[in-house]
């Protein structure tokens, strides 16, 4: 049999026949690898034998021969493409897998119960207060002149009532607690700024207007005061000869109670 008719067999017959042969892994090579390896195989003059056991002394023998060497040649065909397959399926390394039994859960961590929260709240609000006294006890003191801006905050003002680089930040609610208002002269301890600050920060309000802040809280507000209208008038010209005095009678007169600036 030449190649000419090995071509013409379909893949399962060109198996049977290479397994005869005992071509090596035959059952994973391809139609055209399967014909140049029985090729290979056949006797010197470059034919194969039929696969009725013809060119065998015996043909029952012939038949059991090929049958043995057959199962034989799938066995071993068998056995070397099973790691191999597995070798490729894993690049090249062969894993073993391991499952987890079922029912077989991870343990769980144990939840901290209510007093251990509670505990644990207590020492870091003792912690927390410990550093800010600490802190505070080692701040320096600064003065300066509140601005209040319109999103609530304000800054400590240190040269002027103009934005420089020395002003003290004031957060909203030390503006709330302690009812500072623009314009309030205020003395206190500051911390440094830290590393997402760009201003130092008012830690302890010690003054307001020079005095206490409670009872710098207690102020009335200018703008809920109730007005005194002048009801009473006085007079600048007391000379004939001043001209001035009269002027200011006749311009812009003053009353008793009247809010006026000089200039």
Known sequence: MGREDLQTKVLPELQQIAGTLGVTGHQRLKKSELIDAI??????????????????GNGAE??????????????????EAAPQGASEGDGGVS??????????????DRRPSR?????????????EREEREEELQNAPVRSGVLDVLPEGYG????????PGTGDVYVSLSQIRRFGLR???????????????????ALLRVDT??????????????FDKLTPLFPEERYRLEHDP??????????????GKGQRGMVV
């Open 115 to 127: 007093e251990e929260r509670r505990r644990d709240r207590d020492r870091r609000r003792e912690r």
């Open 208 to 221: 307001v207007a020079g005095v206490d802040p409670e009872t710098a809280r207690q102020r009335p507000e």
């Open 39 to 56: 090729m290979a195989k056949a006797p010197g003059d470059g034919h194969v034998a039929s696969e009725d056991g013809a060119g065998s």
């Open 182 to 200: 623009r314009g309030d002269e205020i003395t206190g301890a500051v911390r440094n700024p830290r590393d997402n600050e760009k201003y130092p």
């Open 95 to 108: 894993t073993m897998v391991s499952e987890r039994p079922q029912g077989q859960d991870r343990p769980r």
């Open 155 to 162: 800054f400590l003002r240190a040269s002027g009532y103009l």
């Open 241 to 254: 000869k001043g001209i001035t005095e009269r002027i200011i009678d006749l311009v812009a007169p003053i």
């Open 62 to 79: 012939g038949r059991d021969g090929s049958g043995a060497s057959e199962s034989r040649a799938t066995d071993e065909g068998s056995s």
